[in-house]
């Protein structure tokens, strides 16, 4: 097996199992990778320590007058900047961020300085003068946990625990475990072996020394980068031991240089945070390989008592271990360690009698901590030499004395846990063939064994527990269909990052298929509407009168865009599924369709969906479609028992809209002898909703072909006006952009052309648009009634501020009809709409100021809408996003409305759309009478 | 009592860098701290790990032992400096294809050390590589692909020279 690998641009699918490169190869080879020390911040100071020179001393106290005397020195901390009670650890929270009161180890941080250069800084820490009172030193765990030894910790009791270490004293944690009988065990062996074993402290040598850089903003809030094994950790460590709440603390990580355990708990960066608050800058710590060496952790000495006996058929029958580790001054990872390497003291052998014991000693030495391995090295030097030796005394082979004991599919490990993988008798085999064991030269005989060289086999097995300490990953999926995956699994060197991406490209095979309306382009669309109205007759919605044979004709094209709904709230739905009943919460404007189209999706009955209808942030039609609660339902049964809420960005839900559909109309008029109008004929394109919508919410009621769509026309084929002849036809197209409810529907474009067209014609005869109106709605007494209200109102005729102009629109829609005239100026080149004069009739009133709000708020919308509203799609992506691409009217540029109802004691009638249809045409008007631009597409785009 | 500062023209990478140096600062650190050539690592500081290796007049130098004050009439050349060089590209390429590095933090180092082997000795057996290469200290790998990778971009780049 050789350690080749392969760059890839992008990981293949089926990554898991190929030889990938690690990810971060291209920064590590050229020297661009940052490690902690290669960052540098603006203003940032450097940072100094002092050690302890006693293992054991009071702090009486400190003069710092010589080194804050150094210029450059810009901030000092010491214990004294700390609160007792602020301590940190993994296990016993028996840490401060530096020593306080007392130091515990030869080595320990004292004190720190930041200043401008890392020179001045450590030079001025050589001038902090610290006075100790020096104590005797518990040196060696043994004689530390005696009765009388110098007491490392004396508020032991008053140590939060995170579980029940049995600390006390020196004696910073004990664990014990058993199985099986021992005491009876011993009689059946046959061959007993017992043995103390030492092992050393081990630094852990990382090629790039600890360090850290905090940087402190306006608002108090600390950013920190360090070089660490746990980004959580650090984060709890820090505002353990200086207090802080962890919404002040971001902890990143940049590339470390190895780590082997020594980065897994903190090392300076409590102090280095505590040096940045103090000078109010950003502020980098690197530790000299000395301070490495001294101040952070190492490997726990071991000392470990062994004892292991055997039947004469080589079955391991007992085992006793006692373990004492050397914890040094700080519990650290300690009792974790300990209660490790206990749990794997066996090995992986079947040993039915167990007992396995140990305790951590608190010593004034440095901290002992994780290491590679953490505790399994040390006993499984014990133990891996025990197996050799019973199996030197029952005359057995290394291998086959393994082969028999070891565990096997099915076994447990001591305390029970079950073995998910075991490829041991595999590796075995591979290792005794791969190495030649059987050829191995023969044990030398001692005596003759002088200076010539000479080789040697041994044999050693080891298990360990994968994932011992846990963290979790998440997956998004952005906008852009880019996948970002976040871990907390620190990469040191090991290859994490680039394992867990193979993994993630492995599991999410996202496989992209063009939707036919792929390609679609609202540029392709206007051509092939208009192509159709010139060629197609289309559906005739109206007709009357008879076509006049001659006369002076006036046409003219109009056209609207697609139109997104930007309800200010995006779509939105949660949903749950307990025990089979699917619950859901849904801003919906069609309750029944989403608890049918939630059911579907969910594969369930109606009877076992609840839809719960929420507030609604803005509907405007939008939501009488079921999309977004079709999508978390989906999401919702692949999670049973957990409640999922799918919010769309703005992006997402601008881009997937159902529009208001692009229309184009070609308008004509015929006039008589006397120049009056005797024939308005009106045809336009585009596609129909209805169809479309019933597919989607109502399918049951969706048929086999388009019915013709009174929503295409609304608005066109009942006009009140008087003219003897009209016809009114729409071709309704299919271009494939989706296309829903918008306020007030076929009525919001339809408006636009006949209004905007009724005064073309009164230009054309000479009258003004009112009086124009006033003569063809002699038989729309009820109309005449609301446009004269709003004529009124508005002063219409009266001479206006120079540079100001009116227009009006009279619309009818949802039983109501309204009529605005719309006051409008030109400032800096741009339409500023001041004045709206809404008139509105709506049978019985039955709340005035809800008619008012609606008025008020129709008549934004439209104007929104009138001056910027349009979708572009390009390519199959909708161009405008987010608000800045598609504006809506704000504050400073919103008109005034004045609304005025027509008492009425008819039924009531809509209020929520009647606003929006007259706005566009009212504006378009005002625009033609202020500077002779007519207007005859939407968004209105004034030269 | 901070060493006082003045102001030295060193030539790295090829251009004339000015910088402000105290009489004791190391070669390192003003790579480092000035010029932000942050590709030579600080692991020991005491000449001992070989990650701040840098060439120097031809030579491949320990930077942390090197006075920036005695480096002002010498051509300095830093990994930031090679890496548009086929040669510093083929053992690039190598050490990615061999794994040759795992934290990276002894990668530079390592680098300068093998081009300079190159350089001057463009046929080298294993042995000579790990005896050229033993001044530069790693922790992760084993060594074992890191002289796989030199004995590979050796013999690339000695087949590109036989190539018409």
Redesign the interface.
Known sequence: M??????FDALPEGAVGQ?V??L????????????I??M?RPGMLHGALLQSPHAHALIEGYDLSAAQA???VRAIVTGMDLEPAHRMGAFIKDEPAMALDKVRYCGEIVAAVAAD????AR?AARLIKVFYQVLPAALDPASALQEGAPLVHENTDSYIKVFDAGTQGNLCSRTSMREGDLESAWAQCDVVVEQVYHTPGQAH?????CGALAEIDAAGRITLWSANQSVFRVQANVCEALGLPMTKLRCLTP????G?GNKMEAHVQPVVVLLAMKARKPVKL?L??EEDFETVRARHPATIRMKTGARRDGTLIARETELLLDGGAYGDDSPGVLGYALLMNCGPYNIAHVHAHGRVAYTHKMRFGAFRGFGVPQVTFASEQQIDAIARELDMDAFAIRRLNMKRDGDRWLGGQSIFSNGLAQCLDAVEQGSGWKHRPAQADTKAANSESRTGMGLAISAHISGLLATGAIVRMLEDGTLLLNTGAVD????SNTALAQMCAQALQVQWTQRPQGALDTRQAMDHIQAQLDKEDGYTFHERGTVPTSGDTLSASYSAPYLGHATMEPMNCTAWLQDGKLSVWAPAQVPEAAREAAAKAAGLSVSQVDIHITLLGGGFGRRLEVDYVVLAAQVAMALPGQPVQLTWSREEDSGNDFFRPMHVAQLEASHDGLGQVQSLQIKSAGDSISPRWMERVLPAFAGPFDAPDKTDSEGLFDLPYGFAHQKMAHVATKVGIPVGFWRSVGHSHNAFFSESFIDELAAKAGTNPLAFRRQWLQDAPRHLAVLNLAAEKAQWGKTLPEGQAQGIALHQSFGSIVAQVARVSMENGTLRVHDVFCAIDCGTVVNPAIVAQQMEGSVVFALSAALWGGVDIVQGEVQQRNFHQHPVLGMAHAPQVHTYIVPSERTPTGVGEPGVPPLAPAVANAVFALNGQRLRSLPLKVA | MSAPRQTLQLQVNGAEAEVRVGLHDSLLTVLRDQLQLTAAKRGCNQGVCGACTVVRDGYTVRACLSLAHGCTHADIETLEGLNQEASMQALQKAFAAESAFQCGFCAPGMLISAHALLLHNPSPDADQVRAAMSGNLCRCTGYAPIVVAVLQAAAHLRAQELAP
Do not use: H, M, W
């Open positions: 050789n350690t080749a690998t392969k760059q030889s490169t690690q971060e190869s291209d920064e590590k080879l050229t020297g661009q990778a940052q490690y020390a290669d540098y150094l210029p450059g250069t890392e020179a001045i030079q040598v990382s090629l790039e020394p590339r470390i240089g190895a082997f690197i000299s390989r040191i060197g090991q290859g």
